[in-house]
């Protein structure tokens, strides 16, 4: 798979793989399937991994840690800090705690439970309020100095909480939602992550799964299931996004590919520092969204794309109002 360049010259392949999904939010996966799944992506080329330490809570790095080992060298590992989990691992409450003692403490618990000696990049998982960034990022910056870890990434986080970042620790990548149906970065993070030359990693490229087309406002979810609870994930939203599924759709029978497919390839189409982090538990999924890597979309591609989807209005809010207040801080 070819690779791009995160900011301070990360590099990476790609496409990652999320690998939240097996551990939490969407079910649980079987363990043995799931390091089947973070194998295989590497055997394919995909050296890029997502976890944090909130995923399950802390199973999700465990599970990562046994699925590299046999890789390690040729991986680069994100993982995140930020939010209060008991020791025990239950999160009673999405609680925030970005402490500079208490990001040291993430890091090695962390770095125990994914079996490495350096973290490659740590992100702070939602921006606390009640620490300035100041703060944040010069604890990050004795952890880099110290060797345990390489890079400073933020999630979430808005502009002003970016480039005050950037200027006491200089930030690799930034992650946040962005897809055809979440299009909000465009507006003022991506314009400022390309003046600092900060690189950008969508999670949830495929609108939680939505837009591969295989769910429609008949679907149930498991009460584990997260998506239960978001706005956009009521029937009568379903219902009316299908328009967006409808265009990818028709996009992917041109282009003999999927919906999955084009949605990712349109998010590598739009900045060569963008690296989409699409998380599966199965591996044909995942061997689809490698595919898309493959696809090539012409700008008369796009612009049909951007024609089509300016057209059409999403319905329902990305997430209920006490996790939106946690974004863009």
Not at 11 to 40: K, N
Not at 77 to 87: N, S
Not at 203 to 209: A, D, E, V
Not at 268 to 283: C, D, E, R, S, Y
Request: proline letters at 6%.
């Amino acid at each position: 798979m070819d690779t791009r360049t995160l900011g301070q010259g990360l590099d990476v392949s790609a496409l990652g793989l999320g690998c939240m999904w097996m551990s939490e939010f969407y079910g649980t996966a079987d363990e043995g399937e799931a390091i089947a799944t973070i194998q295989r992506a590497l055997e394919l080329g995909i050296t890029f991994l997502d976890t944090a330490d909130m995923y399950g809570p802390f199973t999700n790095e465990e599970l990562v840690g046994k699925g590299l080992a046999p890789f390690r060298d040729d991986v680069v590992i994100a993982t995140k800090f930020g939010f209060e989990i008991d020791p025990a691992g239950e999160r009673e409450s999405n609680e925030l705690d970005s402490r500079p003692e208490h990001i040291r403490q993430v890091a090695e618990a962390s770095l125990a439970r994914l079996r490495i000696e350096a973290i490659d990049l740590f992100y702070q998982h939602r921006v606390d309020p009640d620490v300035p960034i100041e703060e944040v990022a010069g604890a990050v910056g004795d952890l880099i100095r110290e060797g345990k870890v390489m890079h400073f990434g933020l999630s979430e986080a808005g502009v002003g909480t970016i480039r005050r970042a950037h200027a006491v620790q200089p930030v690799t990548a930034v992650q946040s939602e962005y897809s055809l149906w979440t299009r909000d970065p465009e507006a003022e993070v991506l314009p400022t992550l390309e003046e600092l030359g900060i690189g950008f990693v969508p999670f949830s490229p495929l609108g939680r799964g939505f837009l591969t087309g295989r769910m429609d406002d008949r679907t149930t979810f498991e009460s584990t299931d997260f998506r239960a609870a978001l706005p956009r994930f009521t029937p009568e939203a379903r219902k009316a996004n299908k328009a967006l599924v409808d265009l990818l759709r028709a996009t992917a029978d041109r282009k003999e590919a999927t919906p999955a497919q084009i949605a990712l390839a349109w998010l590598l189409a739009q900045k060569p520092w963008i690296v989409p982090i699409p998380g599966t538990t199965k591996p044909e999924r995942l061997d689809e969204n490698i595919g898309a890597a493959a696809v090539e979309l012409t700008p008369d591609d796009l612009a049909e794309i951007e024609r089509a989807a300016s057209q059409i209005e999403v319905e329902g809010a990305r997430y209920t109002p006490d996790l939106e207040r946690m974004t863009g801080r």
